[in-house]
């Protein structure tokens, strides 16, 4: 496995952008002004805070706006190499194929007019499992029911079993999201001159087995439009430009059941998805922050796949499930942040990467900071929610305030020793009450 500051990113960025003419007529789609920023700006802003450091720009049209605008990269602590698309558009796994001198084995791809907010590491890690097991490329997919736009996937268990957007077919549930990581074996093959879609390659892939699924659960916002832009600059406003509130809940036994492990005969975090039970007056509570103009967070410790417990992959689908039933009850959160790491390993455990220490493991304020990287928090208003005592301490240190959720009639006060909450409280629906 490696971390995002190894892995290439290449940016597809030649488009004409003929829809958004009244606006590209003087720079690409790329640099069109978003609340006084260049539109790229907003999308690095998500790849620089994943960690990723190095860059590919495939420009084509005024590629010299954009070369001069980013340059070499150096003074945003990044790299930036370049290549040019030519007099003639190649389609996007031309544009690739035409770069592959510049390719690593290796490389994400993503788009110049897409503004795609996920969790690349959990991207990363289903590649490089995936390409253990024979496959060549992992697709991020949506589950969007033919919302937004027709959806075009069919996938089961992590799996593609079928990528074709021009032959759509009714168990179709999924639609691809915009980041993709390839092996750059797969574009050896064509002629430089040869003009094709990824989406050729990626329904070869899907034909033969070899394309792993990384499921999404949040919405990209593109640009190909005016009414799409517009829609983007009102988002990015909110959310980068005006301080919000936000409320940083821990999981186990404050949103769902601890469970009883067989294995180790003790009281543990679900490490299969079917043990995940949200716990009573959960959806009411979550409903609550949001009507009060919260912004919800989960920060969660995980270390269940680095003792040996169970794979990350499930710890990725149990969060993933979460987070779409949720979205079923009309809840938005904006993202679950877990800490998988442990500093030991243990007997069982399979995953080595996973030992280490880290930054993210509560106590340590990691998970809670993390969101301010990618959104303007009003640290001072908003508060961390949990059980234990390392929730408390992890709060405290982040500067938000803190709710423990019990009554604090036990050892948890002499680890606490002088931090104390703001507010004790029973349940999570008495914090979602309490909360200004």
């Known amino acids: 496995m490696i971390e995002p500051k190894d892995l290439q990113v290449v940016v597809l960025m030649g488009g004409l952008g003929t829809r958004l003419k009244d606006y590209t007529k003087e720079c690409p789609k790329s640099l069109v002004d978003v609340n006084g920023k260049p539109f790229f700006d907003y999308q690095l802003k998500l790849l620089k805070a994943a960690g990723f450091r190095k860059y590919l720009f495939l420009i084509g049209y005024k590629a010299d706006m954009i070369e001069e605008y980013y340059g070499d990269g150096s003074d945003r602590d990044i790299s930036i190499t370049y290549c040019y698309d030519g007099k ?4 996007t796994g031309g544009a690739i194929k035409r770069a592959l001198d510049h390719l690593e084995e290796d ?22 499992t995936g390409k253990a097991q024979g496959k060549r490329a992992v697709m991020t997919i949506l589950k969007n029911n033919n919302t937004l736009d027709k959806s075009n996937v069919v996938a089961k268990d992590g799996n593609i079993l079928l990528y074709d957007k021009m032959n759509r077919t009714e168990d179709m549930e999924y639609i691809d999201y915009g980041v993709c990581i390839y092996e750059r074996s797969l574009f050896e093959e064509y002629n430089e001159s040869d003009k094709f879609d ?5 329904n070869r892939l899907s034909l033969k087995g070899q394309l792993a699924a990384h499921e999404v659960t949040r919405r990209f916002y593109e640009i190909g439009s005016p009414p799409a832009l517009n829609e983007f600059r009102e988002y990015s406003d909110k959310r980068f430009n005006k301080k919000v509130k936000a409320v940083f809940l821990d999981r186990d036994g404050v949103i769902n059941e601890i469970v009883y492990n067989d294995d180790t005969e003790q009281l543990d975090s679900p490490q299969k998805p079917e043990e995940f039970k949200l716990l009573p007056d959960v959806v009411e509570a979550l409903s609550i922050f949001k009507k009060k103009g919260y912004y919800i967070f989960i920060v969660t410790n995980q ?16 969060n993933t499930g979460f987070v779409n039933d949720m979205k079923k009850e009309g809840i938005e959160l904006e993202a679950v942040y877990m800490c998988p790491h442990y500093p030991k390993r243990q007997k069982y455990t399979k995953e080595d990467y996973l030992i280490k220490e880290c930054e993210c493991r509560k106590p340590k304020p990691g998970l809670i900071l993390k969101a301010g990287k990618t959104y303007n928090i009003d640290y001072e208003n908003s508060y961390m929610i949990g059980d234990s005592f390392t929730d408390v301490k992890a709060g405290r240190a982040a500067g938000v305030k803190t709710i423990f959720l019990g009554d604090l009639k036990c050892d948890a006060c002499k680890k606490l020793c002088d931090i104390e909450p703001d507010i004790i409280t029973g349940d999570i629906l008495k914090a979602a009450q309490a909360v200004e």
Do not use: C, N, W
């Open 303 to 318: 270390p269940g796949a680095a003792k040996g417990k169970s794979r990350l992959s499930t710890l990725y689908d149990i």
């Open 107 to 128: 490389f994400l791809v993503t788009y110049g007019d897409s503004f795609m907010d996920i969790d690349y590491e959990e991207t990363i890690y289903r590649y490089f």
């Open 88 to 91: 003639e558009l190649l389609g």
């Open 198 to 202: 990824v989406a050729i390659i990626q």
